[in-house]
């Protein structure tokens, strides 16, 4: 695809509730990112895979959140159980990879705004 | 990782060159800096990045003195629609953080 696509854009749920995300990374980019950012806040780092594999889950909040991604492409946030406080945007971004030995530029996807009642 | 601290607000005036600072004490030697630009309700976008001395593209400067502790991003003539927040990552390959960013306003 051209870009990063996420889905839903938006998300309704109630207390108590299990959602799932989904972040289609561009193809052939091997590393994605989820971040999550409340109303005027920065990026907060949720987990960051590898490929198939995630060598950093430090970021995510709680054991109710998870995170997998298959094939080396989509990537799913599950959050289970969801608070009030779990409500915000939730962004991914993928990025190449490359060999260069610089840092990768993440492009981002427009985010999934999660709304819990 | 390197932790990087900006300031968290800056205000200027359309036609003015704004000069954000992030400092980032115990960056590692195979650390890029790089600098991302995010408006309201979308995702950050790339706008530059350094390793050494001074690198410039169409939209920004960014300066990094040699002891490579900081970091100075640059818009010249900045306009209403460079409005927006701007953070500071250092790190390499795929180990990059984004901090909690400075929000510049720029009046008319």
């Known amino acids: 695809g051209a870009g990063v696509s996420q889905s839903p854009s938006n998300k309704v749920t109630e207390k108590g509730k299990d959602v799932e995300l989904r972040c289609d990374p561009i193809s052939g980019h091997t590393a994605l990112y989820w971040y999550r950012q409340s109303l005027g806040q920065g990026l907060e780092f949720l987990i960051y895979?590898?490929?198939?594999?995630?060598?950093?889950k430090s970021g995510l909040p709680s054991d109710r959140f998870s995170a997998e991604r298959t094939g080396g492409s989509v990537s799913t946030l599950t959050i289970q159980r969801t608070q009030q406080e779990d409500s915000a945007v939730y962004l991914c971004?993928?990025?190449?990879?490359?060999?260069?030995?610089?840092?990768?530029?993440?492009?981002f996807g427009p985010g999934t705004r999660l709304t819990v009642l | 990782l390197a932790k990087t601290t900006q300031p968290i607000s800056m205000d200027s005036y359309e036609g003015q060159e704004v000069n954000i600072t992030c400092s980032h004490n115990n960056i590692a030697t195979n650390d890029y800096i790089t600098w991302y630009q995010q408006f309201p309700s979308q995702g950050p976008r790339f706008i530059i990045q350094?390793?050494?001395t001074k690198v410039t593209n169409e939209v920004a400067s960014l300066f990094i003195p040699a002891d490579r502790k900081s970091s100075t991003l640059s818009l010249p003539r900045v306009s209403l629609s460079d409005t927006a927040v701007y953070y500071c990552?250092?790190?390499?390959?795929?180990?990059?953080?984004f901090g909690a960013g400075t929000r510049l306003t720029v009046k008319p």
């Open positions: 971004a993928s990025s190449l990879a490359g060999t260069s030995g610089s840092g990768d530029e993440q492009f």
């Open positions: 350094g390793y050494k």
């Open positions: 895979f590898q490929g198939n594999s995630a060598p950093d």
């Open positions: 990552l250092v790190g390499s390959l795929n180990d990059m953080r």
